[in-house]
């Protein structure tokens, strides 16, 4: 894909984040006039281009820049769905990690930086500071782990926008 066959086919908006059909797509149920692409099972949106699929944020960042990125795409509020310009930096894979507001689908506390010990019966709070676990400390509840995970954030990934 390049910046002008994208801007022939679809019109983007960096207000909304949104991309709307200039053309009748091929095979759909769109037409022009209409949003473009669809949410993903990843959450993210994505588009579907002469049989292709692209993931809409890497669009809007080629859209914009007219090149596509070398990096990742991080979402800086954490919203997987929210397209607009201002939302979207180009980051290195470590980066766009640390910028996490969700906890990850095996933490079982559902709390991001607290992870319950069972044994023990209390919440621990673990950091990754340049590849290595940081051990911050055991908590009575897991809002208390997550708070010294987040204080530890602010100060370890500045790529961080909590």
Not at 52 to 58: D, S
Not at 87 to 114: C, M, T, V, W, Y
Request: proline share 4%.
């Amino acid at each position: 894909m390049d910046a002008e066959l994208l801007k022939a086919i679809l019109s983007y908006d960096p207000e909304t984040g949104l991309f709307i059909w200039k053309i009748d797509p091929p095979r759909g149920k769109s037409h022009k006039g209409c949003v473009a692409g669809s949410v993903a099972g990843n959450g993210y949106r994505q588009i579907k281009i002469s049989g292709k699929v692209y993931a809409q944020h890497r669009l809007a960042f080629l859209y914009v820049y007219g090149r596509v990125p070398i990096d990742e795409i991080d979402h800086i509020n954490g919203n997987k769905q929210d397209n607009r310009i201002v939302n979207l930096r180009e980051a290195s894979s470590s980066l766009n990690k640390q910028n996490r507001h969700i906890p990850s689908s095996n933490n079982f506390s559902g709390i991001l930086g607290a992870s319950l010990d069972k044994r023990r019966g209390y919440y621990v709070a673990n950091i990754s500071v340049d590849g290595k676990q940081k051990y911050l400390g055991s908590f009575k509840t897991a809002e208390d782990a997550n708070k010294a995970y987040i204080d530890a954030k602010r100060i370890f990934h500045p790529g961080c926008t909590i």
